[in-house]
């Protein structure tokens, strides 16, 4: 069965260093997503983005943070300067496009972003 | 903007037993889509089972159904025969309006089965 994959499964980061988190979606699906959960809390969206550039984007996605698809299988999100407040658990996501109607996201296994 | 909240910070059940989870939300589109996905301890999110808005008919999978009460904007999980593996965290949650495919999530319950 088609998965979406995300490494790495844990990343440890110093506080002020750039982080890249990867994620390959299911290969036939065009919208793709980041989520993050902070531990404990609910989970957040962060972007969307489809035909190579971001559909929408939540507050929490500011100047520090962008995604980018560059080439036909990996979706990235950077962070630029990381903050402890980014530690958490980051979620990739993509989906089918239907004609009218929404198809369920798929979600990755997730990528736990320690910031120290 | 859309909400989504989930009432019950965290419920318990009997192996065997049924249980249901709450979910409220608050939306004024019509068109939309509701989500309950399971976060078992590894951590990954896990549709369970998803509701049209335009459909009456409360959807089912296998052990699991919702009760929609759109008027009451209510979403509600029912798991029959609960099993030690649905132990898990689980989000209700929206998508609909002009971000189909955006998820909005409730706070999450986290339900325990008991042997």
Known sequence: EPEVTQTPSHQVTQMGQEVILRCVPISNHLYFYWYRQIL????????????NEISEKSEIFD???S??????????????STKLEDSAMYFCASRLQGDSLPTEAFFGQGTRLTVV | ????TQSQPE?????AETVTLSC??????????????KQPPS??????????????????????????????????????????????MYFCAWSGGTSYGKLTFGQGTILTVHP
């Open chain 1, 67 to 80: 995604v980018e698809r560059p080439d036909g299988s990996n979706f990235t999100l950077k962070i630029r």
């Open chain 2, 43 to 88: 951590r990954q999110m896990i549709l369970v089972i998803r509701q049209e808005a335009y459909k009456q008919q409360n959807a089912t999978e296998n052990r699991f159904s919702v009760n929609f009460q759109k008027a009451a904007k209510s979403f509600s999980l029912k798991i029959s025969d609960s099993q030690l593996g649905d132990t898990a």
């Open chain 2, 11 to 15: 419920m318990s059940v009997q192996e």
């Open chain 1, 40 to 51: 404990g809390q609910k989970v957040e969206f962060l972007v969307s983005f489809y035909n």
């Open chain 2, 1 to 4: 903007a859309q909400t989504v």
């Open chain 1, 63 to 65: 100047d520090q943070f």
């Open chain 2, 24 to 37: 409220t939300y608050d939306t004024s589109e019509s068109n939309y889509y509701l989500f309950w996905y």
